[in-house]
């Protein structure tokens, strides 16, 4: 499974829209086997949506995220859990764990998890 999360500093960057770089984990049975931050800097919406297109992801974490850019990573199959924040080390175990959708993590007024 290959899982991104977008960051700012070491925590969830507020907007996907406008994160800098995102944080890549291909993670098989729950071990770590590659990890690296891809960045995002200088590239508009299209070009974003076709860039993480093309990092093969399962699953991407973020804050919010507009309705536009949403739509345009569901139709490239990636399962999108929005409204995250805090920690981006914290939020990754969690998630991990499958505890993301039990913890206290989701800011406020958020809807959690979408589907695929």
């Known amino acids: 499974m290959r899982i991104a999360i977008s960051i700012w500093e070491d925590k969830i960057s507020p907007v996907l829209d406008t994160a800098s770089k995102l944080l890549v984990?291909?993670?098989?049975?729950?071990?770590?086997?590659?990890?690296?931050?891809?960045?995002?800097?200088?590239?508009d919406m299209s070009q974003r949506s076709s860039f993480i297109r093309k990092?093969?992801?399962?699953?991407?974490i973020c804050g919010a995220v507009s309705r536009q850019f949403r739509e345009m990573l569901k139709a490239c199959g990636i399962k999108i859990i929005s409204g995250i924040s805090g920690p981006a080390e914290d939020?990754?175990?969690?998630?991990?764990?499958?505890?993301?959708?039990?913890?206290?993590?989701?800011?406020?007024?958020?809807?959690g998890l979408d589907k695929k």
């Open 55 to 60: 990092l093969d992801l399962d699953v991407l």
């Open 91 to 111: 939020v990754l175990e969690a998630y991990l764990q499958g505890a993301l959708p039990y913890s206290g993590f989701f800011m406020p007024g958020s809807k």
């Open 25 to 43: 984990i291909d993670d098989k049975t729950q071990k770590e086997f590659l990890r690296f931050e891809a960045s995002l800097r200088e590239l």
